[in-house]
C-alpha cells in the first residue's frame, strides 16, 4: 500500500473484518510511512467486507483482499475487480484474480 501511494495521488481505504466489519482506516500520501491499526479477530466472513463497501457508496477502483481464503463468499461478484491476496493455501476464490505471495 505505501508503495501505491508513493507512486499515486489516490486514497486506500483499509477495511477490518472478520466475521463483521471491525474497523475502517483512510490513507494519502500525507500518511506515509503507514503504520496499519489491526482490530477484529476471530472467524472470517467475507461478505461483510463487500456489504460495507456497498454501502458507504465509495467507488473502488478495486479491492485487494488479504487472507488465507477460510470463510463464506458473497453469492455475487462486485463490479470493481478484487484480487485476493493469499499465503500458503490450496484454495482458490469463486471470483476475482488470485494471487500467491508467499
Known amino acids: 500500500m505505501s508503495s501505491i501511494l508513493e507512486e ?3 486514497t486506500c481505504h483499509v477495511i477490518y473484518v472478520d466475521a463483521e466489519v ?3 482506516e483512510v490513507f ?3 500518511d506515509l510511512p503507514i503504520t496499519l491499526n489491526a482490530k477484529g479477530g476471530g472467524g472470517t466472513d467475507f461478505r461483510p467486507a463487500f456489504k460495507w463497501v456497498e454501502e458507504s457508496g465509495i467507488e473502488l477502483s478495486c479491492m485487494i483482499y488479504f487472507t488465507d481464503l477460510y470463510g463464506k463468499f458473497p453469492d455475487n461478484q462486485p463490479e470493481y475487480p478484487v484480487l ?3 499465503i500458503g493455501t490450496n484454495h482458490r476464490p469463486p471470483f476475482g484474480e488470485h494471487l500467491e505471495i508467499a
Open 84 to 86: 485476493w491476496a493469499t
Open 28 to 30: 494519502g500520501q500525507q
Open 22 to 24: 471491525a474497523g475502517h
Open 8 to 10: 499515486y495521488d489516490t
